[in-house]
């Protein structure tokens, strides 16, 4: 992200942060920059991230397209408003819990936040975020890992970590949303007939085995799947900060 020679920040954040007046020029406003954001969110909640057009949004408002940018300068101006405003504030993690208690209540929530709104998962990751609702997660996150004996840098690297397995996951459970039980045996059947025991012997001994067959049903299979792989993830954290405290 281009911040000037200046130093001046970029106007996207000045914005996120309200460090910026918009829609100061020209005749009496009319409209606030917060209303824009939420109209838009209305309609990414109802048809979707890819139906978002700040000529949509203007005419939900009531108002012309022009207007819109003196307050919002484009569609990825505004696409990066919305993607920090919606994703709200950071949970409030359980006191006097262990870090992992607290560090998985972080993950969990985050996972449901991004799950419940699914084209948020759809929307261009370009830069680091920058936003005030992001910062105020990744404020959380570290917040959890307070007490343990890392470094500052592993700690970044723990919370940023997470949260990239989180948004992994909760991508690939949207985007299998719509698959059915025929589809999954479908998929059970083709891979069974092309997977032969001389060639994969370890997948054929798994398929053999039923290993690619769901047990519980399909919504709480979701929740079963990110648990487990949350707790490998964490496993490898407790690792981390015995090593460090030279008790591995």
Avoid: C
């Avoid at 920059?33 to 909640?45: F, P, R, S, V």
Wanted: glycine share 8%.
């Amino acid at each position: 992200m281009d911040t000037g020679d200046d130093g001046a920040l970029p106007k996207v954040v000045e914005l996120a942060w309200g460090l910026d007046q918009p829609g100061t020029r020209g005749p009496k406003r009319g409209l606030s920059l917060e209303q824009i954001l939420d109209t838009a969110i209305e309609l990414a909640d109802a048809e979707g991230v890819t139906a978002l057009s700040m000529g949509r949004v203007a005419k939900s408002l009531g108002f012309t397209t022009m207007s819109l940018y003196r307050y919002v300068s484009s569609k990825d101006e505004l696409l990066e408003l919305i993607s920090d405003r919606v994703v709200g504030p950071p949970p409030v993690l359980p006191k006097d819990a262990s870090w992992r208690v607290q560090l998985e209540a972080w993950a969990n929530q985050e996972y449901a936040m991004m799950v419940s709104r699914p084209w948020w998962l759809k929307l261009p990751i370009t830069a680091p975020p920058t936003g005030p609702n992001n910062m105020a997660w990744l404020d959380a996150g570290l917040g959890a890992l307070a007490g343990v004996e890392l470094t500052a840098a592993s700690k970044f690297q723990v919370i940023t970590n997470v949260s990239l397995f989180v948004i992994g996951r909760a991508r690939f459970v949207v985007d299998l949303a719509a698959q059915t039980v025929a589809d999954e045996a479908a998929y059970q059947a083709v891979i069974a007939r092309v997977v032969n025991r001389e060639d994969f012997p370890h997948l054929s001994a798994v398929i053999a085995e039923g290993g690619l067959e769901d047990e519980p049903a399909a919504e709480e299979s979701e929740d079963i799947d990110f648990d487990f792989s949350l707790g490998l993830l964490l496993d490898g954290i407790e690792q981390l900060v015995h090593r460090s405290r030279g008790t591995a």
